[in-house]
């Protein structure tokens, strides 16, 4: 396929639905299966009323190519706003200037802070979710920064300073597909491309599994962390037994409930930190009995203090 032309997007669905990862695949950008898409089951995302689901700007006005390898789109969306499932035929970056989102794919979910952002291979199938008003920038690259194998999954990149500036730029500076290559465009095409290579990556991310009800569960648990204290009710909600849930856990995962909780209480925790709430707050409303128990946490988890991994957003 050449991938300055990506497949004809269908007709959108109802405007107050919940984009689906799910179904048939003619409910993404093209016709045709996404390439990753035999890879893992497409369960679908959980309805989610009172929201508006959108889909994608036209792909077509904003594909790269070999005369523009890179290319940058804007975005605005508000707290109650959705971009529904869809592929590329090229790889993209994808962050926000301000404002939180959450990125799926069938596989996983990546909450999303102004100073991080999702790389997003060619043909992986993704939903946008606006948790709070943002301002999205997206960079479309024909290629990866990089040969490395890495690039051919999702990675959660830190933001510096110069990538954000520079893909901010590069979406001011609006070109229509018939218009000469300017230096200026060539030299921040190549700078965003050294900036995606040296980027820190971070282990962000909760898994997600294909089990339909181990599904339900986890998206439940995303949304609403602290509404159950224990896994017996979780459990209960997708009827099913702790002990079915823990062996597909382990099955569909391969962790345990506590460890896949501790992700997600990570994610929600980003967000409650871009909202510039107190440590020992997030930790309290997180259901820790200290804040050097959240601090434990956090460490353990990503390898840094929260000092550190927070004062980024």
């Known amino acids: 396929m050449n991938p300055s032309r990506p497949a004809v997007a269908p007709p959108a669905p109802s405007a107050r639905s919940r984009p689906s990862l799910g179904g048939s695949p003619s409910g993404v950008v093209g016709a045709a299966r996404a390439p990753h898409a035999s890879r893992a089951s497409r369960a679908p995302l959980p309805e989610a009323p009172g929201r508006t689901s959108l889909p994608p700007l036209d792909p077509r006005r904003y594909a790269p190519s070999a005369e523009r390898p890179v290319r940058a789109k804007s975005r605005s969306l508000d707290g109650h706003m959705d971009i529904q499932a869809h592929f590329h035929t090229w790889g993209q970056f994808v962050f926000s200037v301000t404002g939180v989102v959450r990125v799926s ?22 939903a946008v979710t606006a948790v709070e008003r943002c301002e999205l920038r997206t960079l479309y690259l024909l290629n990866p920064p990089a040969d490395a194998a890495a690039w051919a999954s999702n990675r959660v990149l830190e933001v510096s300073p110069l990538l954000r500036e520079l893909a901010v730029q590069m979406a001011r500076d609006e070109v229509e597909p018939g218009d000469a290559v300017a230096d200026r465009e060539a030299w921040i095409g190549q700078l965003i491309l050294d900036e995606l290579r040296r980027a820190p990556t971070l282990q962000l991310g909760v898994a997600l599994p294909t089990d339909k009800r181990l599904r339900r569960l986890c998206e439940a648990v995303l949304a609403e962390p602290m509404r159950h204290a224990s896994l017996d009710d979780w459990a209960a909600e997708v009827g099913a037994s702790a002990r079915t849930v823990s062996r597909l856990f382990r099955q569909e995962l391969g962790s345990s409930y506590a460890q896949w909780r501790q992700q997600a209480l990570l994610a929600e925790a980003l967000r409650l930190a871009a909202r510039r709430k107190p440590m020992q707050v997030i930790a309290a409303e997180l259901g820790y009995a200290s804040a050097s128990a959240f601090t434990a946490m956090v460490t353990r988890t990503v390898g840094m203090p929260p000092s550190r991994f927070f004062g980024h957003t």
């Open 105 to 126: 794919t069938d596989r996983a979910t990546f909450l999303v802070p102004p100073s991080r952002g999702v790389w997003i291979p060619a043909g992986v199938v993704h």
